[in-house]
Structure formats: C-alpha cells, structure tokens
C-alpha cells in the first residue's frame, strides 16, 4: 500500500521533523511503496496535489536538513471538514481518491482543528468498513492539545521566547532609570508559552509579572502591580499573552482588538502589549516600549530546542508503527514518566475524546493572577534543552524546499 502524510494549522520549528518522522519510518516498512506528501493540507488530498517525497528527500543529509527546515515544508491550510451529513460528496471525493492511490493511511500533523478533521474522517472510514487507517499526530507551539503531556513544537517556541526575554532583560538592565517593557506572547486561550518563561526568573529575576489568559485581567490591578514592582526595581520587564482578555473601553474600543477572524472562526488577537504600553506611559510615565514576538515564535528553527526535534522525529515514526499494527481514529502522544531525570513515552489517544478540547495551564501554577510558581519549571524545562543542529551555506541557514 502508499501512505499520505499532510500538515495543517500554524507551521513550528519542528513540524518538519515529524514529517521526516513519518516519511523515515514508512520506508524501512516493507508493506509500504510510496510516501505521498499533501500539499495545503487536507485541501492537498481531495484536489489530489501530491509529491512523491522520495523524490525530494534522496539522501540521510536531506532529511536532517528538513528537521533544521522552519516552516511546514509541505504547505498549510485553515480549512474545516464540513460534517458528512452537511456535504457527503467530500468525503466520497477523499475516499475515491484514496482508491485511485492505493491509500492504506493518512497522517495528519496538526493541532485542535486538524484533529477535528481526524477525528471526521477516521468516523466516515469506520462507517462505510473501510480499513484505511487515518493517525492524528499533534502540533502546536500552543501546547493547548489535549491528550498528550505536551506538543511538538511547543519545546522549540518556549526555548526562543525564553532566550528572546532574557536577551532584553540584559538590554534593559544596564540603565538606572526605571523603565517598563511588556513582551507580547502567542497564546489565544492557553497561556503556555507566556508561561513558561517563570524559567527565566532564577537567572534573570525576570519577568517580574506574568499575565495569562486564563485569569481574569483588570487594568488597575496592572497598573498596581506594575508600580509596586517599579519601586525596588529599575526595569520591569511584563510577559503577557496576546489572548489576555481586557474589558477596559479603551482597548475594547480603541482599535486594539482586530475584528477579523480565521477560515474556522477563531478572532484574530493582537495588541495588548501595545495598549499596555501606551497606559503604563500615560498613568505612570516612566520610560516604557512593547515588544511583539509575534511568528518569529514559531519559525525561530536557528535556535530550536534538540529535545522538540529529536521528539517530533520519533512520533512521527512512531504514527507509522501504530497505522502497521491496525490503529486508527487515534492521535499520538507523548506520556511523561519523570522530570528530573526527564523521561517520556509516546503512546496514543482516541480522537473522539480529545478533538476540539483546549488544555489549560494547571490554575494551581498561577499566583495572584501575575506570576507562575517556580515548581513549574520542572515542566518546562526538559522541553528547551539541547541545541539542534542546523545547516548553513554563504551565511545563511539552507533549508529544503519541496
């Protein structure tokens, strides 16, 4: 039999090296012929936009420049699979397709979306006795997915916000005046990367403040936090996550908040570090700057965290293990045996049980609204470690394109 292997959602550092995963593993099986890639995601599957990647990826060097390669190397897509009862003739499409290709698997690396998309069709293939087996394996530097102790991707996001927070608390620290800088971080609902840079507080003492989305937000409270802060310290240095919901007027109706939203309807946010900055220079009127990390926190592969890399290889060979031994309507998962020593399993879950489900940051981590405690640092800081390798050429990093 082929196999397809597709991405979907926001790309990460790692992802590519869960494709490389994938495509490593299905060749050393001997029931599998082809290693098909999707392009666009499943839009890639029904409009049959195929490329054999053994005709990309000939040789080991190719496939460890891959895992170096930012970006999903395959292409993306934000597309919802209708439900079968609102437009059966999709999934007739995708199962013909998968005929003509002689598909014995579909592999799909994405986040909550994309597992709605397994979790559909895995139920459509079950329904008509079909016995092509459909695997979620999860991404998102989010680490919002359910299911599994974190996600690929998410190692890689955390270790570039940590060095890139820590760089500009070294900048900001040579000044004796005092000075406030708010750092925006990505985070719709689940602040995990806001999170995670409490590592950062027994090196550098900062961020002193730490906002995330799941706690209630008052820009008064803010304000108060930020001048207690601004009384035995220089510089305050403010993580905050960009999905921090603030019902001051000023930032609801003030431009901040975009109205636009995503092909599944989820509202685009941006904009609460630079309203923040603006308060904190009109009520306080210290020196004060935002930064936006924006999707360099997903890109930054010159700086990827060796333990996301080498982990998104293995469970992306490890989908192909479990597709071979019958499994299917399942999303692989990572179990977490030990933090110190760090030691983890990868196994997998149901799909009907975690699809659409977001994973929070534990309420017993934050404190006072304003700071993660220090014991979750144990969580985090496995998934930073170790330098990944990378290519260059004149320069540059030398990435693969397919």
Not at 8 to 35: C, R
Request: with cysteine; glycine share 8%; aromatic share 10%.
């Amino acid at each position: 039999m082929n196999v397809i292997v597709a991405q979907s959602g926001g790309p990460t550092a790692a992802i590519n090296a869960t494709l490389a995963g994938v495509f490593t593993e299905a060749l050393s099986q001997e029931h599998i012929d082809k290693v098909y890639g999707a392009r666009f995601g499943i839009k890639g599957v029904f409009e049959e936009d195929f490329v054999d990647l053994s005709n990309v990826l000939k040789t080991g060097e190719d496939i460890r420049i891959l895992c170096a390669t930012p970006s999903a190397a395959l292409g993306s897509c934000r597309f919802r699979l209708p439900d079968y009862s609102e437009n059966p003739l999709i999934y007739e499409d995708i199962r013909d397709v998968f005929a003509k290709y002689n598909i014995g698997a579909f592999f799909y690396i994405g986040g909550n979306d994309s597992m709605d998309t397994v979790s559909k069709l895995s139920r459509y293939f079950s329904l008509i006795g079909s016995d092509v087996r459909i695997i979620g394996i999860p991404k998102t530097i989010d680490n919002d997915l359910a299911g599994t102790d974190h996600t690929p991707g998410f190692g890689s996001a955390a270790k570039f916000v940590n060095v890139s927070v820590g760089e500009i608390a070294r900048d900001t620290s040579v000044y004796n005046t005092k000075s406030v800088v708010i750092v925006e971080i990505m985070g719709r609902h689940a602040g995990w990367l806001t999170a995670s840079t409490c590592i950062l507080q027994s090196v550098y003492g900062a961020p002193q403040l730490i906002y995330l989305p799941e706690s209630p937000f008052d820009i008064e409270v803010f304000l108060n936090d930020v001048n207690e802060q601004l009384k035995h310290e220089n510089s305050v240095i403010v993580a905050v996550s960009e999905g921090v919901e603030c019902a001051a007027p000023e930032y609801v109706d003030g431009g901040f908040t975009p109205e636009t939203v995503d092909a599944f309807g989820h509202k685009y946010v941006s904009g609460i570090g630079k309203f923040l900055e603006k308060t904190v220079k009109a009520k306080i009127g210290c020196k004060v700057r935002s930064v936006e990390l924006n999707v360099s926190q997903r890109c930054a592969s010159h700086i990827a965290s060796k333990t996301d890399i080498d982990e998104s290889l293995s469970i992306g060979a490890a989908a192909v293990r479990a597709a071979m031994a019958g499994q299917t309507g399942v999303m692989m998962a990572f179990v977490r045996k030990g933090d110190s020593p760090y030691i983890v399993d990868i196994g997998f879950v149901d799909i009907q049980g975690i699809a659409n489900v977001e994973k929070k940051v534990p309420s017993d981590w934050i404190v006072h609204g304003n700071c993660v405690k220090s014991s979750a640092t144990a969580y985090f800081s496995p998934l930073i470690r170790g330098e990944a390798e990378n290519f260059y050429e004149n320069g540059l990093p030398k990435y693969i394109i397919i």
